[in-house]
């Protein structure tokens, strides 16, 4: 993946990611991360809104920051019915390292996207994340900062 200069506009990097990450043909996608929960809604908002204008397709955000144990079998299923309607799904996500309730809903997707900010996630911390989620489904990182 390319990386953002600085004399590029911002609009043109979310809009090189999220077809980036089309190319992969994910149907339900997490987007989690070691960093402020601010962060992580803020990129999973962003890449819903380049999908809805620029591919015209329904992409629909769920949050499940917070979430406890007793929400984590609805949220899963609620991916996994959009997901056989052809709609995307983006869901923000707690790490399941800080929110264990988090890995039924990790369980459901089959596509992720770090968000690590630069000076605060420790790379130790996305080693851990990175292992924790499944190397496999991640897609891209994000970098704030």
Do not use: H
């Amino acid at each position: 993946m390319s990386e953002m200069t600085s004399a590029e506009p911002a609009e043109l990097v979310w809009q090189r990611l999220w077809f980036t990450l089309r190319e992969q043909n994910w149907t339900s996608m997490a987007v989690l991360g070691t960093t402020d929960a601010q962060s992580v809604e803020m990129v999973a908002r962003t890449l819903a809104e380049v999908g809805i204008r620029d591919e015209k397709i329904p992409v629909g955000v769920i949050s499940a920051l917070g979430m406890s144990f007793s929400d984590a079998a609805a949220v899963a299923a609620r991916v996994e019915e959009r997901a056989s309607q052809a709609e995307l799904m983006i869901i923000t996500s707690d790490s399941p390292g800080t929110n264990p309730a988090m890995i039924p809903v990790l369980g459901a997707v089959n596509a992720v996207v770090l968000v690590v900010r630069l000076g605060e996630s420790s790379l130790d911390a996305v080693r851990r994340l990175a292992d924790g989620v499944g190397r496999d489904k991640i897609l891209a990182t994000v970098t704030i900062g």
